[in-house]
């Protein structure tokens, strides 16, 4: 069975710095992405990577802050998030899909459990 398990949420500060992960189990994922909701709010995709890392795409809402990546050998999509802002709340949750790079949740068929970043000010 199919398994992603997300990890590294907590509680910072404005400015600083985390990175989360999403462990993949149970099959070979393609395409993974890094999505959000914040509460009160729709779901926002975040950054997404393809299987060989060649290419990415980064919301607008965090470019240049948030990276993304990937180590096939552990089965782990990283996102490293640098100078949090409060508007970053949210829960992220990975997600997996065959199809290749997309913007859109509903072409994800896979999704974690979701992991809370909350930045206070």
């Known amino acids: 069975q199919a398994q992603l398990v997300e990890s590294g949420g907590g509680l910072v500060q404005t400015g600083d710095s985390l990175r989360l992960s999403c462990a993949a189990s149970?099959?070979?994922?393609?395409?993974m992405g890094w999505f959000r909701r914040a509460p009160g709010k729709d779901g926002e995709f975040v950054a997404v990577?393809?299987?060989?890392?060649?290419?990415?795409y980064i919301a607008d809402s965090v470019l240049g802050r948030f990276t993304i990546s990937r180590d096939n050998a552990k089965n782990t999509v990283y996102l490293q998030m640098t100078s949090l802002k409060p508007e970053d709340t949210a829960i992220y949750y990975c997600?997996?899909?065959?199809?290749?790079?997309?913007?859109?949740?509903?072409?994800?068929?896979?999704w974690g459990q979701g992991t809370q970043v909350t930045v206070s000010s």
């Open positions: 997600a997996a899909t065959a199809a290749g790079i997309s913007t859109n949740r509903n072409d994800y068929h896979d």
């Open positions: 149970g099959r070979t994922f393609n395409t």
């Open positions: 990577i393809n299987w060989s890392s060649t290419v990415t």
